[in-house]
């Protein structure tokens, strides 16, 4: 074998290892596909839409004063001899009632926008999904129970 120049094998080297795998980068098995992505466009929207119109419901809500008050004003005024005030829109509620919808309600509007945005954030790279889920199930139950406890 000398002859052909290739050098023999010396029997204490081992045999030539294969090279090592591509290091682990992320799958793409995690990302969600294309239904799932135009799905959250869609859940994105309502969600802005939900989150706007909760907000403006707490505006609404935190500049309105309640029954009590107003028929309070509205009797004092009669006792003076005044005419009661036009403005008789009123929380229906206690004041404990307005208060609690009211802490309840702007962590659902703040929520929904966050879902927003990591909606977004899915349709466009396909991760994230369970957090998207998260904060789109938080912004739903403080919603519901804001309205629950302003209602009763």
């Known amino acids: 074998m000398e002859a052909s120049g290739t050098p023999t094998p010396s029997p ?3 045999p030539a290892s294969p090279p090592p795998p ?3 980068g992320p799958a793409d098995d995690d990302r969600a596909g294309g239904g799932w992505r135009a799905l959250a466009i869609v859940l994105m929207l309502a969600l802005l839409f939900a989150g706007a119109v909760m907000a403006v419901a707490m505006v609404d809500i935190g500049d309105t004063r309640t029954c009590k008050i107003v028929n309070e ?3 004092e005024a009669l006792e003076q001899g005044i005419a009661p005030p ?5 929380f229906e509620g206690s004041s404990a ?3 609690a919808s009211l802490v309840l309600g702007w962590p659902s509007a703040a929520f929904a926008a966050i879902a927003a945005v990591v909606a977004l954030f899915f349709a466009v790279t396909g991760r994230h999904g369970r957090l998207l889920l ?3 199930g938080a ?4 919603g519901a ?3 629950l406890v302003g209602s009763v």
Do not use: H, Y
Request: charged fraction near 20%; aromatic fraction near 0%.
């Open 22 to 24: 591509p290091p682990a």
């Open 73 to 75: 004003e509205a009797r």
């Open 12 to 14: 204490a080297q081992p």
């Open 139 to 142: 912004a739903i139950a403080l």
């Open 86 to 90: 036009t403005d008789t829109e009123c």
């Open 145 to 147: 129970i804001s309205i």
């Open 97 to 99: 009632q307005k208060t």
């Open 134 to 136: 998260q904060l789109t």
